[in-house]
């Protein structure tokens, strides 16, 4: 049964740091894409970043120079970098992934930025 597992994140002031990772277990098939989505309450969840296997990543234009993603085959974990936090960043940040044309979602990560 494959499971995502996210970490990494909490309360940051603007302009902090924060660095999510989530960690895919229970494939041992190989992961086409994997990303991270975000939504705010009562708003439709949006792509942050996301990297295949075949493509440079992409990145949502309100996020680009900001956030990085990357993603380590060996170990199925995609993180993502993120710098010059802003408050209008704060939602709840989905990790997913496409195996063998099926999308697996994480529980999802609380990031607050405030002062």
């Known amino acids: 049964q494959v499971q995502l597992v996210e970490s990494g994140g909490g309360l940051v002031q603007p302009g902090g740091s924060l660095r999510l990772s989530c960690e895919v277990t229970?494939?041992?098939?190989?992961?086409?894409?994997m990303g991270w989505y975000r939504q705010d309450p009562g708003k439709e969840r949006d792509l942050v970043a996301g990297?295949?296997?075949?493509?440079?990543?992409t990145y949502a234009d309100s996020v680009m120079g900001r956030f990085t993603i990357s993603r380590d085959n060996a170990k199925n974990t995609v993180d993502l970098q993120m710098s010059s936090l802003k408050p209008e960043d704060s939602a709840v940040y989905y990790c997913?992934?496409?195996?063998?044309?099926?999308?697996?979602w994480g529980p999802g990560t609380q990031v607050t930025v405030s002062s």
């Open positions: 997913y992934v496409v195996i063998d044309n099926f999308e697996y």
């Open positions: 229970g494939t041992t098939n190989s992961i086409y894409a």
């Open positions: 990297i295949t296997t075949s493509t440079a990543p």
